[in-house]
């Protein structure tokens, strides 16, 4: 283990799949290194990078026969695509829903829900490489998820979580013994030789934690890798909607489509179609939003929260952007009761100054809600390095520039742009249309005017 304690130089360069799609930038490969040196070594390990910095795309560098990944069911979809995108050569089956089979592929993307209920099953394979995403979940050894987690069987076991583990001794324990069992020692010797003196303020202690932990957890910020980094990446954040969501949602679809695909076939109204894809989008977003509808949140801003949560937690500044004031009225309650403060603008915000200066300020609000209309122009908010796009719509030169709000003179930062975007709706579709939009306004030269107007055929896709 002495060549990883005495860090990356001399890990042996790695060797990269034959089918990996994407260029990886310097930290990955090196992420990549210390990934197979581990697998080689027949040991565990948690990769803790910061949001954002492709953990993703580093574990599928590793993934071969039999592996299988357990995810929340948020993030299954962008696995699945993930996968396909840089691995293409793997195959692939979502172990999930009720006609779950285990097919012989490379490899077996689940659930933690599935994990608890079809352990047996899961229990039973060989696997070569075993992965937890959103490796928090397995934060109290006691649950059915960690007990589950540690009763299966691989060589090479792997943890992913966004957030620092190394001050979360709570959590720590039970993310080592999934990764490396014994490492730390039984709960109770951990607790009374190194959590306990620890939270008493022995340095010594804290030392020899991680003395321990260092050849086996790899984080990196972004502001460490930042010249790694290019100034802005648009990242897409899949998002699954609930039963619940699906059946309000394709209930509006099913209603609406035939009437909307005759009235534009014949030259009808655009209005009666614009308006259905309105209570289209907005069913993807939160069902509340839509008349007679009643929910007090969303698997979207469930998604958005978990994620503000964990930048805040990593000292980042985040805007939330969304065209309805009334989907920012849903989130705030949501941000309160998770403890992360925010302030607001839209137009009925009178002091529009007094709200960015205090952002802007090392002290102000870590998040600040933003309406479409009222944050589009002639804002400066460069002390944010995360953007995020809460409902996309067919123009991307409106949403450029939102993201512009903090991707501008100014920024000394690498700025995520992140897209929620609800699976299997006409949000997916208004992203296709998008980047349509964005080519018509290339082969224009910038004449804005080619992607400003929203035609029938763009919606007759929509609803297609």
């Not at 492709?54 to 996968?83: M, Y």
């Not at 090479?156 to 730390?184: C, I, K, P």
Request: charged fraction near 25%; hydrophobic fraction near 45%.
């Amino acid at each position: 283990l002495k060549p990883l304690a005495d860090g990356f130089e001399s890990l042996p360069e790695p060797t990269l799949p034959a089918d990996l799609t994407a260029t990886l930038r310097p930290y990955q490969v090196q992420g990549v290194a210390w990934l197979q040196f581990l697998q080689r070594a027949g040991l565990g390990g948690v990769l803790a990078d910061d949001m954002g910095l492709g953990k993703t795309l580093q574990t599928a560098c590793v993934l071969g026969k039999k592996s299988l990944v357990v995810c929340p069911t948020s993030v299954l979809p962008t696995w699945l695509a993930e996968l396909k995108r840089f691995r293409p050569s793997l195959t692939v089956n979502a172990y999930h829903g009720p006609s779950r089979a285990l097919d012989d592929v490379d490899v077996t993307v689940t659930t933690y829900a599935i994990l608890r209920l079809d352990l047996a099953q899961l229990q039973a394979l060989e696997w070569n490489a075993l992965v937890l995403d959103e490796a928090q979940n397995i934060k109290n050894p006691e649950s059915q998820a960690a007990k589950a987690s540690f009763a299966l069987k691989a060589p090479f076991r792997l943890a992913l979580s966004g957030t620092s583990v190394e001050n979360r001794l709570d959590e720590l324990w039970s993310l080592m013994h999934f990764t490396n069992q014994g490492l730390l020692g039984g709960r109770r010797q951990f607790d009374e030789t190194l959590a306990r003196p620890i939270a008493e303020g022995n340095a010594t202690a804290r030392l020899e934690l991680r003395k321990r932990l260092k050849p086996f957890v790899l984080r990196r910020l972004k502001k460490d890798v930042a010249k790694d980094l290019p100034p802005r990446t648009e990242v897409v954040r899949t998002v699954t909607l609930d039963e619940r969501e699906r059946a309000t949602y394709d209930a509006i679809f099913a209603a609406t489509k035939d009437e909307v695909v005759k009235l534009l076939g014949q030259g009808g109204s655009v209005l009666k179609a614009l308006e259905a894809l309105l209570r289209l989008r907005q069913a993807a977003c939160h069902p509340a939003l839509i008349p007679g509808q009643l929910a007090k949140t969303s698997s979207k801003v469930q998604t958005l929260v978990e994620a503000l949560v964990t930048a805040v937690a990593d000292g980042h500044k985040a805007l939330v952007f969304s065209q309805w004031t009334k989907l920012l009225d849903l989130i705030e309650p949501e941000l309160t009761a998770a403890g992360v403060r925010f302030s607001r603008l839209d137009g009925s915000t009178p002091n529009r100054g007094e709200v960015t200066a205090e952002f802007q300020t090392e002290t102000g609000p870590p998040v600040m809600l933003i309406s479409l209309k009222a944050g589009g122009t002639g804002l400066t908010l460069t002390a944010a390095d995360h953007v995020f796009l809460v409902d996309p719509w067919w123009n991307p030169a409106v949403e450029a520039q939102a993201a512009d709000r903090a991707h501008r003179i100014g920024q000394d930062k690498p700025v995520f742009v992140y897209r929620l975007v609800s699976q299997g709706t006409v949000e997916e579709r208004i992203l296709t249309l998008q980047d349509k939009k964005r080519a018509l306004f290339e082969a224009a030269l910038g004449d804005g005017q080619s992607a400003g107007a929203l035609t029938k055929d763009d919606l007759l896709e929509l609803f297609a």
